[in-house]
């Protein structure tokens, strides 16, 4: 009977318990509330996969707009050189002559 705690030990030891699982309790609720809803966590997900499909979208959209506007810039050269090709090389027979 000497090995078995005696009351006061008991509820001593009981209390250190129930403080011990309090603090454990603490620090869980404490990480606990850094953590994202599922749900929150879902809609931003959905969120930015609507606004990286929009990105993509408007840079495709800008590309084929580039490109048309080159295609623009080169074919109004080439008008012009052939417009004013004619006129260039009458000026340049009549100082010749």
């Not at 309090?22 to 606004?51: A, C, F, H, W």
Request: negative net charge.
């Amino acid at each position: 009977m000497a090995d078995e705690p005696s009351n006061g030990e008991l509820g001593r030891l009981i209390q250190a318990m129930r403080t011990d699982m309090r603090e454990d309790m603490d620090q869980l609720n404490r990480r606990l509330d850094k953590v994202v809803p599922l749900d929150v966590y879902t809609i931003e997900k959905n969120g930015l996969s609507e606004r990286v499909t929009a990105l993509e979208t408007q840079r495709k959209e800008d590309s084929e707009r580039l490109v048309a506007t080159r295609r623009w810039m080169i074919a109004t050269v080439i008008t012009v050189v052939v417009a004013v090709l004619p006129y260039l090389a009458s000026i340049v027979k009549g100082a010749s002559a």
